[in-house]
Nanobody, 125 residues
Framework: VQLQASGGGLVQAGGSLRLSCAAS????????MGWFRQAPGKDREFVASIRWNGGNTYYADSVKGQFAISGDNARNTVYLQMNSLKPEDTAVYYCAARLGSTWSRLREQYDYDYWGQGTQVTVSS
C-alpha cells in the first residue's frame, strides 16, 4: 500500500491550499486517515484525522476552525483544506492511514499503519 500526498506549494499568508492523499496498491479498506506535519527542527505533530465510520473528525487546537479534513472512504482518499494560512503553518505535511478499528482519537503517530511521503507547504509572510 502506498499513500501519495499532493497539493503542497508556496502560498502567501492568508491564502489557501488543498492537500490530497490517495492510497494505491493492494486493495484495502482503511478505518481512518489523518494528517500530520513537521516543521524544520520540530517533531512531527498531529493536524487532523477522520474516522470513516460515523465521519468523526478531530483537529489539533492550533488548526481548529482554520483547516478542514474530508475524504472519500470508498476511494481511500483524504483531503485537507487549509485556509487563512500563516507562516507558522510551514511544514512538510504527511498523510497516514489506519486499518483496524480503535477507540483512540487518532492523534498519535502510532495510531497509523501506513504513511505517505509528505508534501511541502511553505507560507510566506
Amino acid at each position: 500500500v502506498q499513500l501519495q500526498a499532493s497539493g503542497g506549494g508556496l502560498v502567501q499568508a492568508g491564502g489557501s491550499l488543498r492537500l490530497s492523499c490517495a492510497a494505491s496498491g493492494r486493495t484495502f479498506s482503511s478505518y481512518a486517515m489523518g494528517w500530520f506535519r513537521q516543521a524544520p527542527g520540530k517533531d512531527r505533530e498531529f493536524v487532523a484525522s477522520i474516522r470513516w465510520n460515523g465521519g468523526n473528525t478531530y483537529y489539533a487546537d492550533s488548526v481548529k476552525g482554520q483547516f478542514a479534513i474530508s475524504g472519500d472512504n470508498a476511494r481511500n482518499t483524504v483531503y485537507l483544506q487549509m485556509n487563512s494560512l500563516k507562516p507558522e503553518d510551514t511544514a512538510v505535511y504527511y498523510c497516514a492511514a489506519r486499518l483496524g478499528s480503535t477507540w483512540s482519537r487518532l492523534r498519535e503517530q502510532y495510531d497509523y499503519d501506513y504513511w505517505g511521503q509528505g508534501t511541502q507547504v511553505t507560507v510566506s509572510s
